[in-house]
């Protein structure tokens, strides 16, 4: 039968803790700040700390990397007008107690996302009329390569000829008004500091944190392009998280 990736998660999250000499010290929960101030979603995180080690779970929900002039995005989804959205990202670390309040974790990751265009069919035939949305098989991000319109075309015509020559390109054209949904999966380190602003070694906890999570798979289209105002089509490539900072807020108890 079939495991899936949080089933195998969880059985090597169970196993590493039963062999390993893990003593129960702490326990803490902890929501991340980024993701509610600058991506409009949501984060929560459970995490056991023992004698040397640290196992965590994680789950983000509803984050849209576009938000706050898209923070979140990539310099070629920016320039592509892209929507990223993901309804979840969630995941599991293990990680070493430097000191009492400082750990090194290695982080799984699994992410779903739901990317778009930001331009419409109906405001694509608007940029046609108006003489900005290229006729031409042209490819790259914003106005890159953008040449005028050489014709008048249906824009729905227009549309099918786009495609076509996506597809032709070893491309999955993604229509207008359409989404691309994908998942991708990651293996990175983060490195966690708590402080405890009330002073004391317990209670309202902050945690500062920079992290590392770079894709390791992912089931997108090899190449996918969406096309913008100007009728030029970008190729997207499945959105890695990469190099990132945050800081928590939580309740940490000693056992």
Do not use: C
Not at 88 to 97: A, E, N, P, R
Not at 169 to 188: D, E, F, I
């Amino acid at each position: 039968m079939k495991i899936n990736f949080f089933k195998k998660s969880i059985i090597y999250s169970l196993v590493v803790i039963s062999v390993a000499p893990v003593y129960s010290q702490a326990v803490s929960i902890q929501g991340g700040l980024n993701q509610p101030l600058l991506l409009q979603g949501s984060n929560i995180a459970a995490t056991y700390y023992g004698e040397k080690f640290v196992f965590e779970y994680s789950h983000g929900s509803n984050l849209n990397f576009g938000a706050n002039g898209g923070l979140g995005l990539s310099k070629d989804e920016k320039e592509q007008d892209l929507s990223v959205f993901a309804p979840y990202s969630t995941g599991i670390g293990l990680g070493y107690l430097i000191t009492k309040n400082l750990d090194i974790r290695l982080e799984i990751k699994e992410n779903l996302y739901r990317v778009k265009s930001n331009d419409s069919l109906d405001e694509l035939a608007a940029y046609q009329f108006s003489g900005i949305r290229s006729d031409l098989p042209l490819t790259g991000n914003g106005l890159e390569n953008w040449l005028p319109p050489t014709r008048s075309t249906d824009p729905i015509e227009l549309t099918l000829q786009k495609a076509v020559f996506a597809e032709l390109s070893g491309a999955k054209y993604v229509a207008p008004n359409s989404t691309l949904r994908y998942r991708t999966r990651s293996v990175g380190l983060g490195l966690y500091y708590r402080y405890f602003p009330l002073g004391g070694d317990e209670g309202l906890m902050l945690e500062p944190s920079i992290r590392y999570w770079p894709n390791v798979w992912d089931d997108a289209p090899e190449k996918v392009a969406f096309e913008n105002k100007f009728g030029v089509l970008g190729v997207h490539k499945a959105h890695d998280v990469g190099l990132f900072a945050n800081v928590s807020v939580g309740y940490y108890k000693k056992l």
